[in-house]
Structure formats: structure tokens, C-alpha cells
């Protein structure tokens, strides 16, 4: 209910904002010479329906949306969900990998730090995690191509995999799960290579913010009396520490995991324009500046399906943790 | 007994107490430098910086050096003298932005969190939204919509962060409305005025300054990756995301974008660490839950 | 009588901003099996941290002297795994709130075996098995439902019962039982101090009890100590110390109490505040509130001494004495 509730609300917000542009998609889209010739203004705009009023134009578009159809890109001339289907596994294949690299490092190093309160380890973390948080991702992937791929050589510069290797059967569209699955372990190692690159950039924000947030919430729960009882029962430290101490830490730091979704999209569109990573962020950019207008909302849309997806399974990871938020 | 005795014995308010303690974090000192040091260049540069910013040189690509500390551009402009201008433009835009987006989400929050009912709900279902949709897309599609443009893309960037402060605002105001020493102060009779400026604004203004020094972070990052994109400031400006734009196309001369993202690294890094260390100060745990709630 | 615990002239710092402070200043105790020993004082006077102490789970930034030996070990100095096979095996701690000592989101299962299994070796049955068994000594009804619990579904005393389950889950030689009664109802009280007391006698264990309450010590004690300020004051007996207290302090503690055979008889509460560590008065800590005080109870330390009686005292007017001449 409030997934539909949401949808609609992005849909009208994305809608309203991307139709009381000054600018002309049809000029946009067009070209100069089209442009001036009333004759194709008129055609393109009959096309995608852009000569009814507004509110006709939201109604045709919602009905539509119910079955399924985000209705035509104006730039590549296709529906927009075959582009959205088409670009969406390079995305999720580089959004995931960074937030399992940023989940596994902040929390790590944040629980590190907390243990290591006001120590130098502490200090040391804080700089690394504020700096994360501090660093441009499009500086940084710049910095990190200029030095691993120009200087270096040590990886790839773009794109998903060498212009000389086929990508693996479509299964998942995933080419790392893809390869395996099909037993191409040349195309699995030269697709980790492409991905390990913009994926560590994409995480670097992330990183600190999880590590920042994983020191609180672990500062918080060492000050209660369980986490003495489980040290006077003579548990390791590390049991105490991840046993007891990270599970009560959790709901906090699933919450911001969930949030940080928005960070990670956000970083997609700069990354992949840079490491000309066929995903929807790249292709987001391009709708943006070429006034494609059913792509832009297709992409807000789907965006912020996943986002709120994302937020109901942590809500649910919440009742799975933590037993007395399950029996309420 | 007044309520302002038994505030005292409230968390947040006994934080500003704790503000000294934050001066000992060296990092604090680091971040208050920094911040100062690049204010004062902001208000300096053009007596500061060797060179016009837009001033074109004889000299294209020169690797740094004396004469050139930072090296030069594509066009044989000075970069150490972009840099510093450079300052001019992101420091009283994110300012600016900040202002306007705490004006706003202020505001809102605020309202939403004093009178609760269909007032908080539409406030906060606003906020949903432009939550739901990560803030550069949403960014984009308004600079996309309005047209590339500096003050476009502050409108932009206003847009997606005024929620974030709502959220805050509108959170801190209800867990003091609920506590415990506004409901005695209203039952000792101090009328609702009072509750609001002896209770309730102690109470959100720390968290909300400490909020401010990070937003001020964000605000400069958002900026400059639009100005990255194209979206923002245009070419001949000494705009920092701009010149890094620059940079990338000029591999080989890396001094033209590495050293305006070094200047982006430290200024925000600089906000970074002013605001960790008053969220240290101040009760983090208020600032985790109205942002996580 | 051998003392399975001897502790002697334990000290306790704490690093502070204005450098260290002392909290426990030379203690001294024995504590045999099958008895219950007492620890009385007001808060703030060490009792915790000295209990801590010999866990080994002093706050960061403490410092500790002198020796407890359990066994002929010595507690003070144990380090690393050592340190981590006494706890729960040799010595175990119920803590005062079995609101906040239970880890919320663990079921009582895993809280009660966790330690089985690391501490003892057991496998997951065996574990659950010996769960089951604690669950019934120490009266939970419906033990094997009970494992499926969480603690937040659990009243404060059985709570309590579950804490005292999971100290006794290794079967340690001492229960450190640190205010167990204090955050209960009264009714729910007498049942977790009967427990204690038949469970130290059951089972040959040794049980420190920390408690501000010498109501409840009276009841259930072998022996009482009594601490202010980081000092012991009195200790012997329980029926001389608490039936002819001879410090003034323990006096005053004794005369604070109701008591059931003369009701009307006026309660005397001790004038003035306990010192906290910061604020410790030279001398005998006491002197500012004890009404026998001379001028040389601010200048020396009074040392504590045997007396003919068989308990230990450090005060040397001896009000006893004092009273009975006036």
C-alpha cells in the first residue's frame, strides 16, 4: 500500500518537475535542422502525446504504467523498460558488489574503532572514514584511473569487460554469476577485474559512513550491563564483540545500510559515467541532458521501487534481530 | 521549582556544556584551520592569487613549479590561482544553499513537529519522496528541466536536501515536546511560548548546528558533481568540479584535476570534522535516531 | 574453617583526568565454601569494584594491588585465557538489574549454553540438557519453554533466577552475587535470597553477597564485612556484628534499620552524606559523621584490629565501650 502510495507520489513529483521545462524535448531531441522544421516538431510531438494538456498526458502515462508500460524513450526510440532491463544488471552488478565491499570494511573498521576509543587506531579510523565520506566520487575515480589503469596498468580502464571478450549466456545479466555459471573462468576473472576498480570508488562514501555509524552504535551498546555478563561468563572477546555486542548494534546500522541505497545511486551516476559502465546511471545522465523525459521518470520510478524494497526488507531484518520489535 | 532547573537535568542541553571538551580532539583544530584558512581565501583570492583565474598564458600544460605552483591548463590559465578562486564560487554557494535549505526544512520540520496531524503528514510524505529518489537524479532532472546553470543547480540541490533537515528538526522538536520536563513545565502552568524557547530550542539547536557543518559538506559535493556533469557552473569559471572536468580529458597533465579535488577533499573534510566532533559533544544518539527514524 | 578465597589488601585506582583516584583501599577478606559472606556498605563505598576486581572486569583505566588468591591463584594478575577459564568456571557474578544484565535479543537458550559449549566442551544436547536442569534448580516453571524465551518476556525475579542459572552453569566455587535483590519486589526477594542460600549450601559453593541492605544480610549471612569509603570498618560474624556492632558506622547502619520487635522505636538515620572516592576526608573516612569522633580520628587512619571478641574493627574509642560507661 505505501509502496503504491509512493509510486505515485514519485510518478506525479518526477512528472510535474520534468514537464514544466522551458526547454523544448522536441528541439532537444531533435537536432538543429529538424528543429527548425515546424512539420517534425509537430510530428515528434504528436508521437509521444506532447500536444495534450498536462493532466491528459499524466492520466494516459499512469494508465499505461499500470500495465507495465513506461512508455517510450525519446532518445533510443525504445520502450523504456526494454532499456531499463537492458541496463539495470551492469548497475545492480557494480551497486551490490560496492555495498558488500563498504558493508564488510565499515563495519569491520567500525567496530575496530569503537573498541579503540580515543586511541590513536581510533584516530587513525576517523580521518580514514570522515575522508571517505569527504572525497568526491568523481575526483577519486579519476584519481584511482589515472593511477591504476594510466600509470599502472593494473586493471582495465573501462567498460564491463575487453573489447575482445563476449559476454557470458544472459542468465542473470550479472557477468560475474553469468561466466561462472557457464563455466568461463577467463570471462569471470577479466569481469571482477573491470569491476573491482569503480566498485571500490563507489564504496568509498559508504565506507565511512557505515564506519561512522557502526562506532556509534557499538559505543552505545558496550556501556550495558549484558555485554559485562557476557564477559564475566569468560566468552572470548571476539564472541563477546560479535556474538553479542554487533547483534544489539544492528538495527541502527541496518538502517543507515538501507538509506545509504540513495548514496549508492547517486555515486552510480558519476562512476559509470566515468568508467563508461553501460548501467542506468550513465544512461540516466543521458536522458537528463537530452530532456528524454518518460526515461528520466522510468528511471526515478524504478529507483524508487528498489529504495523502498530495500527499506521493507531491513524493516523486516529489524523483527528477525531484535525479538521484541517481531512479538509487537 | 522552574522548568528551566529541571531542564537542566536534560541530555542535550547539558551537551553544550561538553563543547569545550570537543577542543581537545586535535581533529577539531584541524577542521576549524582548514575551514578558516579557506574561508579567508575565499574572501582574499584577488589579492591572494598570482594570476588572473581566467587570464591565458603562453605556457600551456606546464607541469608546477615555481613560476606556476600548480601548473597550468589546457588554455595556459594558472591553476594554483583557479584553485583559490575557485574558492570564491563553492564557499558562498554552499552557504547560500545551506541557508535556504535550513530555512526551508527548518521551517517545515518544525511545523510538522509542533502541530503534528495532517500538517506533519504532508510535510513528511513530501519528504518521503524526494528521499525515495537519490539526489542527483532528482538534481539532474531539475537542472535538466530548468536548463545548466549555477544558480539552477543550487535551486537543485535546496530541493533534495531540505527533507533531510525536516526530518531532523521535525524529530528533535517531538521527542522534547513528549519529554518529561516540557509535560511538568506545562502542568507548573508556563505557557506554550515558553516551552518553545526555553525547552524546545536548546534542545534542536545543537543538533541542528552540528547538522549544518555536515550539510555544508554535502552541499559542496552535490555542487561540484553537478558542475562535474555540465550541470553547474560552465567552462571558463574557475568552478571546482568544472576544473576536474577539465582535468579528466587532460590524463596526461594530472595537476589540472587532481589539485581543485584536493581543494574540494579538504574544505568538505574540514566541514567533516567540525561537525563529528560536535556530534560527539552533543548526544549522537538524538541525531541517529531523527535521521534513521 | 580454609578460605577458598583469600583476598588481601586489595587496592583499586582509577585513572581520572586528575590523576588517580582510589576507590578500594586495602581490603582484606577470606571467604570459605557453603558460606554466604556479606558485603555492606552504602554505594559508592567499593563494594562493586571490589567484586569486579577479582573478575577482572574493571573499568578501562583501573589499576589494582595486592593479591586475591582462590586456590593459591592469584585473581588479581591472571591475564588472557587464564583470566577467561576462571570466569564462570571458578568464579561467576550475578549482577544487581536482570533488566539490563540479559541481552535482549539472545534467547535464554543461547545464553544459558553459550558458555557450556565454549567453557566445558559440550555439544548442543548435552548443553540443552544441563540448561534444562539449571532452569529447574533454580525454580523457572516450564523450563524447556522457557529456553525458547527471550528476557523481555520474563518477570524481574525470574529474570533474576535465570541469572543466577547462567553463573551457576559451570558450576564455579564462587557466586559473586552483586545487589541481587535490590532492583525486586520484597515478596519476590525472599524467594531469590532462599534460593542463594540453598543452592550455597547444596552445592558447597561460596557466595559473596554485595548488598547496601543489612536486612538482608541478617537473614542469610555466615559472616558480614562492613565497607565505607573504600575501607572495611567491621567484619566478623554475622549474629556479633549486626547483634553488637562496635564501629559506629555499622551502628548507625544497624540503628537506620526497622526493626520488627519494636516498632515504635524511632529509626536513626547516620547524619550527613557517605563520602564518594573524589571527596574522601583524611583520617577515618567516618569522622565528619560519627558522633564519637576526636581529634585524632581526622589525623590517623585507624588500623583494623582483632578484638577479643573474634571480628575485626578499625575504630579505636569503641563505642561499645563508650556507650556502656556513659
Given at each position: 500500500m505505501a509502496l503504491v502510495f509512493l509510486c505515485l507520489g514519485v510518478s506525479v513529483m518526477a512528472f510535474v518537475l520534468t514537464h514544466i521545462?522551458?526547454?523544448d524535448p522536441a528541439v532537444a531531441n531533435l537536432g538543429d535542422r529538424a528543429s527548425s522544421d515546424p512539420v517534425a516538431v509537430r510530428l515528434y510531438r504528436e508521437h509521444f502525446g506532447l500536444d495534450k494538456p498536462l493532466p491528459v498526458q499524466y492520466v494516459v502515462y499512469l494508465g499505461n504504467l499500470l500495465h507495465g508500460d513506461l512508455g517510450e524513450s525519446?532518445?533510443?526510440?525504445?520502450a523504456v523498460r526494454t532499456d531499463l532491463a537492458e541496463y539495470i544488471p551492469a548497475t545492480a552488478e557494480l551497486a551490490i558488489t560496492s555495498m558488500v565491499l563498504a558493508c564488510l570494511l565499515g563495519i569491520t573498521l567500525g567496530v575496530i574503532a569503537a573498541l579503540r576509543r580515543n586511541r590513536l587506531t581510533d584516530q587513525v579510523l576517523r580521518v580514514v572514514s570522515l575522508g571517505g565520506m569527504s572525497t568526491p566520487q568523481f575526483w577519486l575515480a579519476l584519481v584511482a584511473l589515472y593511477v591504476f589503469?594510466?600509470?599502472?596498468?593494473?586493471?582495465?580502464?573501462?567498460?564491463?569487460?575487453?573489447?575482445?571478450v563476449l559476454p557470458p549466456?544472459?542468465?542473470?545479466?550479472?557477468f560475474t554469476i553469468d561466466s561462472l555459471a557457464a563455466g568461463q573462468f577467463d570471462v569471470f576473472v577479466n569481469s571482477v577485474q573491470h569491476l573491482i576498480l569503480p566498485a571500490c570508488v563507489l564504496a568509498a562514501f559508504n565506507m565511512g559512513l557505515f564506519t561512522r555509524f557502526t562506532r556509534s552504535a557499538v559505543l552505545e551498546v558496550l556501556e550495558n550491563d549484558y555485554v559485562r555478563t557476557a564477559r564475566a561468563k569468560g566468552l572470548p572477546e571476539l564472541t563477546v564483540v560479535f556474538r553479542h555486542v554487533l547483534r544489539a548494534a544492528s538495527p541502527p546500522i541496518l538502517t543507515v545500510v538501507g538509506l545509504a541505497f540513495g548514496n549508492v545511486m547517486t555515486g552510480t551516476v558519476l562512476v559509470e559515467n566515468i568508467f563508461s559502465w553501460p548501467g542506468i546511471g550513465q544512461y540516466s545522465y543521458r536522458s537528463a541532458t537530452a530532456l528524454d523525459l518518460p526515461a528520466i521518470v522510468g528511471v526515478m520510478l524504478f529507483v524508487a521501487i528498489v529504495y523502498i524494497l530495500v527499506n521493507m526488507v531491513v524493516d523486516i531484518l529489524y523483527g528477525v534481530v531484535d525479538p521484541r520489535i517481531r512479538l509487537a | 521549582m522552574s522548568a528551566a532547573v529541571i531542564n537542566s537535568n536534560n541530555r542535550l542541553t547539558t551537551a553544550w556544556r561538553r563543547i569545550p571538551g570537543a577542543w581537545r580532539q586535535p581533529l577539531t583544530v584541524v577542521g576549524l584551520v582548514l575551514a578558516a584558512s579557506w574561508l579567508v581565501v575565499a574572501l582574499l583570492a584577488p589579492w591572494i592569487s598570482?594570476?588572473?583565474?581566467l587570464a591565458q598564458g603562453?605556457?600551456?600544460?606546464?607541469?608546477?613549479?615555481?613560476?606556476?605552483l600548480l601548473g597550468t591548463d589546457e588554455l595556459g590559465r594558472d591553476v594554483f590561482s583557479r584553485v583559490l578562486w575557485g574558492a570564491r564560487i563553492s564557499i558562498p554557494l554552499a552557504m547560500l544553499l545551506v541557508s535556504l535549505a535550513f530555512t526551508i526544512g527548518g521551517t517545515l520540520g518544525g511545523l510538522a513537529g509542533y502541530l503534528g496531524g495532517w500538517v506533519d503528514e504532508v510535510v513528511m510524505r513530501g519528504a518521503d519522496f524526494v528521499f525515495a529518489v537519490p539526489t542527483i537524479l532528482l538534481a539532474m532532472a531539475v537542472v535538466a528541466a530548468l536548463g545548466p546553470g549555477l544558480f539552477h543547480a543550487v535551486l537543485a540541490v535546496v530541493l533534495v536536501s531540505w527533507p533531510g533537515i525536516a526530518r531532523v528538526v521535525r524529530g528533535l522538536v517531538r521527542t522534547t515536546m513528549e519529554s518529561e520536563y516540557v509535560a511538568v513545565g506545562r502542568l507548573l502552568g508556563s505557557p506554550t511560548h515558553r516551552a518553545l524557547t526555553v525547552d524546545v530550542l536548546p534542545n534542536v539547536a545543537g543538533p541542528v548546528i552540528v547538522l549544518a557543518a555536515l550539510e555544508i559538506g554535502n552541499a559542496i559535493l552535490l555542487l561540484s558533481a553537478l558542475s562535474f556533469l555540465g550541470l553547474g557552473a560552465r567552462p571558463p569559471d574557475a568552478e571546482w568540479g568544472s576544473m576536474v572536468s577539465t582535468g579528466a580529458q587532460h590524463f596526461e597533465a594530472w595537476w589540472i584535476g587532481v589539485f581543485p579535488g584536493v581543494a574540494i577533499v579538504s574544505i568538505v573534510l574540514a566541514f567533516n570534522f567540525l561537525g563529528d566532533s560536535l556530534r560527539d559533544a552533543f548526544d549522537p544518539k538524538a541525531i541517529i535516531k531523527a535521521r534513521g527514524a | 574453617m580454609t578460605a577458598l578465597l583469600s583476598v588481601r589488601d586489595l587496592r583499586v585506582w582509577l585513572d581520572t583526568a586528575r590523576g588517580p583516584l582510589s576507590i578500594v583501599d586495602g581490603v582484606s577478606f577470606d571467604i570459605a565454601s557453603g558460606q554466604v559472606f556479606g558485603l555492606a556498605g552504602e554505594s559508592g563505598s567499593g563494594k562493586t569494584i571490589t567484586a569486579l576486581a577479582l573478575l577482572g572486569?574493571?573499568?578501562?583505566?583501573a589499576r589494582t594491588d595486592g593479591s586475591a588468591l582462590l586456590d593459591g591463584t592469584d585473581l588479581l594478575t591472571m591475564r588472557g585465557a587464564q583470566r577467561r577459564r576462571t570466569r564462570g568456571r571458578e568464579v561467576a557474578m550475578v549482577f544487581q538489574d536482570p533488566m539490563s544484565s540479559l541481552?535482549?535479543?539472545?534467547?535464554i537458550e543461547r545464553q544459558l549454553t553459550e558458555h557450556l559449549r565454549?567453557?566445558?566442551?559440550?555439544g548442543g544436547k548435552e548443553a540443552r540438557a544441563r540448561a534444562i536442569d539449571l532452569l529447574t534448580e533454580v525454580r523457572i516453571p516450564d523450563p524447556e519453554a522457557a529456553l525458547r524465551g527471550?528476557?523481555?518476556?520474563?518477570?524481574g525475579g525470574m529474570r533474576q533466577r535465570i541469572q543466577i542459572a547462567i553463573g551457576l552453569a559451570c558450576e564455579p566455587r564462587l557466586l559473586i552475587a552483586d545487589e541481587?535483590?535490590?532492583?525486586?519486589?520484597v515478596t519476590v526477594q525472599a524467594g531469590i535470597l532462599r534460593l542463594l542460600h540453598r543452592l550455597c549450601q547444596e552445592k558447597d559453593l561460596a557466595v559473596m553477597l554485595i548488598t547496601h541492605d543489612l536486612g538482608v544480610l541478617s537473614a542469610l549471612a555466615d559472616t558480614v564485612t562492613v565497607m565505607y569509603a573504600g575501607r572495611i570498618v567491621e567484619g566478623g560474624p554475622t549474629a556479633q556484628v549486626m547483634?553488637?556492632?562496635?564501629?559506629p558506622y555499622t551502628r548507625g547502619l544497624v540503628d537506620s534499620l526497622p526493626h520488627p520487635e519494636a516498632a515504635d522505636r524511632a529509626l536513626v538515620p547516620i547524619a550527613g552524606d557517605p563520602a564518594g572516592p573524589e571527596s574522601r576526608p583524611s583520617g577515618c573516612a567516618f569522622h565528619p559523621r560519627?558522633?564519637?569522633?576526636?581529634?585524632?580520628c581526622s589525623t590517623t587512619v585507624p588500623p583494623l584490629v582483632r578484638t577479643d571478641d573474634g571480628r575485626e574493627m578499625a575504630?579505636?574509642?569503641?563505642p561499645l565501650v563508650a556507650t556502656l560507661a556513659r
Open positions: 521545462v522551458p526547454n525519446e532518445q533510443s526510440r525504445r589503469f594510466y600509470q599502472l596498468s593494473w586493471v582495465p580502464g573501462s567498460g564491463r569487460l575487453d573489447a575482445a549466456p544472459h542468465l542473470t545479466g550479472l | 598570482p594570476q588572473d583565474p603562453p605556457a600551456l600544460y606546464q607541469a608546477p613549479s615555481a613560476a606556476h | 572486569l574493571l573499568p578501562a583505566g541481552h535482549p535479543m539472545l534467547t565454549y567453557q566445558l566442551g559440550m527471550y528476557p523481555h518476556q520474563f518477570s541481587p535483590t535490590t532492583a525486586l519486589d547483634g553488637r556492632s562496635r564501629h560519627c558522633r564519637y569522633a576526636e581529634a585524632s575504630c579505636p574509642i569503641d
